[in-house]
């Protein structure tokens, strides 16, 4: 897990509806609000594990977790029992992406190790770092943080793949350009390569080389209509070493040669 260097004290910084800090508490922490609160809040757990209780019962937030806690909700939080909750949190008030999220009480959300992890604990940190500071647009710069933060675990609840098949597509896009063995992708999700190949299309209806091919086509089509790359070009910039096998596979996909697709795509934007 990347880690941030963040003091081990108790960071607190606040702008009208927006409140965020990083705590890291032993088991005796705990916060309770009858009430509930205007705001809704946010935590990530970095480290340890913590407690979220409401009337309609108790969840946990775990290492990698995003939870959140539903405005006018009376509840009690804290530290679980024998550990330490190293955590970052967030009151905001409704953001438009919240209603993406299940209608809970509770909202837990786990957040696969990899880039996915990575963008939250980034964004979260981010929120911190300039709510602390206050340079010019601070404030909105925190809200897109925010937004990001919530439509990333909105994605993550309606997914609900395998942590595994998570990890491995995100493999796949940052490495469709490069050469690797399929044995090297399962050994960095801990499985198998029998096992990843059912898993993989039990999970997303694909077999790997199908995803891979199909990621590396749509980047190449997007790279000779936009970036004006030719079809040889684009080949290899997505990764195919042989020009004829991309040709044929990019003709099944979409219905012509790579080279009769750029010069539609460009004589149409004229």
Request: aromatic share 10%.
């Amino acid at each position: 897990m990347t880690r941030y260097s963040t003091p081990k004290i108790k960071q607190i910084s606040s702008y009208a509806s927006l409140v965020s800090g990083y705590f890291e508490e032993s088991d005796s922490y705990k916060s309770r609000r009858p009430n509930g609160m205007e705001e809704w809040l946010l935590f990530f757990t970095l480290e340890g594990e913590g407690y979220l209780r409401t009337p309609g019962g108790e969840k946990r937030c775990s290492q990698g977790q995003i939870a959140l806690l539903r405005s006018g909700i009376p509840h009690e939080y804290g530290t679980t029992k024998g550990n330490r909750w190293n955590f970052y949190w967030v009151h905001f008030h409704k953001l438009p992406e919240i209603d993406y999220l299940p209608n809970d009480e509770i909202i837990i959300a786990a957040i696969p190790e990899g880039n996915m992890r990575h963008r939250v604990q980034q964004a979260i940190h981010d929120i911190l770092t300039d709510s602390r500071e206050q340079a010019g647009f601070w404030h909105m710069l925190c809200e897109n943080s925010l937004r990001e933060v919530i439509l990333l675990a909105a994605r993550q609840l309606e997914q609900r793949l395998d942590p595994r098949i998570e990890l491995s597509l995100q493999y796949l896009s940052r490495n469709m350009n490069q050469n690797f063995r399929l044995e090297d992708l399962a050994g960095s999700v801990g499985l198998s390569l029998s096992r990843l190949s059912h898993l993989f299309k039990q999970e997303t209806g694909e077999s790997v080389l199908e995803h891979l091919n199909r990621l590396r086509l749509q980047q190449a089509a997007l790279l000779m209509e936009h970036m004006g790359r030719t079809a040889t070009e684009a080949s290899l910039d997505v990764g195919f070493n042989n020009y004829n096998h991309f040709a044929a596979l990019f003709r099944k996909a979409y219905g012509s040669s790579p080279r009769t697709y750029k010069k539609e795509k460009t004589t149409r934007g004229e």
